[in-house]
Structures are given as structure tokens and as C-alpha cells.
């Protein structure tokens, strides 16, 4: 533990006000990316009220089981994610990688799912755009459901590959030694970010897959 | 460090939790409630949401200033909801003037 000058910065008058600052700075970036998530849902909202048989219909061209099955996949990557961030507190170099690789795994089987469903849509001209065809009533209100299933769970894929960068990043530094039961800042606030990215994903999925099922 | 670590033991039935509540909104959605349909799946997706922020996202343990961070972000979220909506939904309420129906 000899140096590590990356552990408390000397503006601050220790680990706690450190550790807090960070904290604080990233819940306020969450809550900029809530009103970012939270403009592309009020214009879903917007829409859905218009063309309510539109979007069920829309709905209905989704697969729920890999939809679900998606679901799960990231609840696993949430816990494996709070397992990291548990025995970062804890100090264990070893246990943090491993938990890390659980997690980027598991954000990478999300992501092979949501590239096959893409394709899928691909393969039926569902894609937006001059090539979309629907054969059935509402094609065009139906193409704007579309967009936001495309618009919506892009933005959250996107975020998705952003934190597997971030924790390829903490992977190196823990491999190095950087975080311990006194520093794992970074460890902690990567985890905020992808359970915020969860959260996304909770709301998206009955929203896009489960509506007009019955 | 005075940090307060959630016991992995908690960390494991929050994630039961998640997988039990996410069955049966997807179990929920195939029958027919009506309007309740929107209600329930909204309803279980935002007790999802505070599980994960309480205890994966250690909120429960988080300073007074988070909580306070994290409502005013909500709090906006539910003005730009409430707002827009309030507009979008009431718009057929208001006759258009005849001298401007005709200019249509």
C-alpha cells in the first residue's frame, strides 16, 4: 500500500468526503441520464396514447421469451455486479475480476440475444426506414412503435457496451492492485451506472414486449 | 472507511426478488384486466426499480444529500410526464374557432 497517490486526493480532507463527493457527482449524472431516458419515454407515452392499437399491435411482432429471458440475464449481471462491488469493499483482488468477467459475460449473452432479435426484425423488413413493410392495418403507426423499440433499446445497448469498456478499465486496475478495502471508488461507481442501466431495461421491457398480450 | 457493505446475503434474495417479480409481470400480461394491465406492469416494474436502487444501488445507506439528488431528478421526470401529457390528452377538449377551421 506504499504508494498510491491515486487513493486520497489532496483536496480532500479524507477517504469518507472522497468517497461521498464521487457519489454524489454520480447520482447527479444518473439523474441527467433519467431526464435522457426519460424524454425518449414520454414520447412513447405520447404516441402510445394516439395509436394505442398500433402498439399493441407493434408489440405483438417482439419475442417475449427472449425478451424475458433478456430480463433475467441482466438481473443475473446486476447481482454478479453487486458481488464485485461487495468484495471490492471487502479488499479481494481475486474476487473482484472474477465477478467483473461474471458480469461482462452476462452483458455479452444480453447483447448476442438483442443482436439476434435485431436481425430477426432485419429478415421481416421491419427495420425503419424506406424498406419497412407491414402487412396489416396501421403499418405506418406501427413503423413509428418500431422506431422507439429500435431508438429505445439502442440507447440502452449503447450504454450497455460503455460500461463493459468501463469495466474492462476496473479489471486492469484491480489486476494491478489499485482498489482495496479502503479505495474502490471506481468499483462502487461503475456499479451505480450499470444498475441504473437495469433499470432502464425493467421499465423497457413491459413497456416494448408486454403490452396488448392478453 | 465508515461505509456500511450490504451483506451478500441480502445482495442474493434482492435478486430473487427480481426474478420472482419479473415471472409475473409477464405472467400478469397475458391476461385481461383491462386498464389494470398498464397499472400492475407499471406498478411491478417501479418495485423493481426501488429494489435495485435501494439495496443494489446502496441508497438505503447513501447521505440525505443522494436522496434529495435522486427526488429531484424524479420530480422533473414527473413534470415532463405530467405536463406533456396534460397537454396531449386534453387537446380535443378545445373547439377551433370557426374563422380558423376554415383556413384548414
Request: contains cysteine; aromatic residues 16%.
Amino acid at each position: 500500500m506504499a504508494s498510491q497517490p491515486h487513493t486520497l486526493q489532496h483536496h480532500f480532507e479524507d477517504l469518507e468526503q472522497q468517497f461521498e463527493s464521487s457519489s454524489l457527482g454520480m447520482w447527479t449524472f444518473l439523474v441527467t441520464e433519467i431526464l435522457f431516458f426519460g424524454g425518449l419515454f414520454t414520447g412513447y407515452l405520447v404516441y402510445r396514447t394516439r395509436f394505442p392499437e398500433a402498439f399493441h399491435l407493434g408489440s405483438s411482432l417482439l419475442d417475449v421469451q427472449l425478451g424475458a429471458v433478456n430480463t433475467a440475464v441482466l438481473i443475473c449481471s446486476s447481482l454478479t455486479m453487486a458481488l464485485a462491488v461487495y468484495w471490492a469493499q471487502k479488499g479481494d483482488k481475486n474476487k473482484i475480476v472474477l465477478f467483473l468477467s461474471l458480469t461482462i459475460a452476462l452483458g455479452a449473452v444480453f447483447l448476442g440475444i438483442k443482436a439476434v432479435e435485431y436481425s430477426h426484425k432485419f429478415h421481416h423488413h421491419l427495420l425503419p426506414g424506406n424498406g419497412f413493410t407491414f402487412e396489416g392495418p396501421f403499418s405506418d403507426q406501427v413503423r413509428i412503435f418500431i422506431s422507439f423499440y429500435f431508438t429505445m433499446t439502442g440507447m440502452h445497448a449503447f450504454h450497455m457496451i460503455i460500461g463493459i469498456g468501463l469495466m474492462i478499465y476496473l479489471i486492469v486496475r484491480a489486476r494491478q492492485g489499485w482498489y482495496s478495502s479502503e479505495y474502490n471508488t471506481p468499483v462502487e461507481m461503475v456499479g451505480l451506472y450499470w444498475h441504473f442501466v437495469d433499470i432502464v431495461w425493467i421499465y423497457l421491457f413491459p413497456l416494448l414486449y408486454l403490452i396488448g398480450r392478453h | 472507511m465508515s461505509r456500511h457493505i450490504v451483506p451478500a446475503r441480502v445482495y442474493f434474495l434482492i435478486f430473487l426478488a427480481l426474478l420472482v417479480l419479473t415471472g409475473t409481470t409477464v405472467w400478469v400480461a397475458f391476461l385481461d384486466l383491462g386498464v389494470m394491465n398498464n397499472v400492475v406492469a407499471l406498478g411491478i416494474a417501479t418495485l423493481k426499480a426501488m429494489l435495485v436502487v435501494l439495496y443494489f444501488m446502496h441508497m438505503r445507506y447513501s447521505s440525505k444529500l443522494n436522496w434529495i439528488y435522486l427526488a429531484a431528478g424524479f420530480l422533473f421526470l414527473v413534470i415532463l410526464l405530467s405536463f406533456t401529457m396534460s397537454d396531449m390528452l386534453t387537446r380535443n377538449l378545445i373547439s377551433v374557432p370557426q374563422a380558423w377551421s376554415s383556413l384548414q
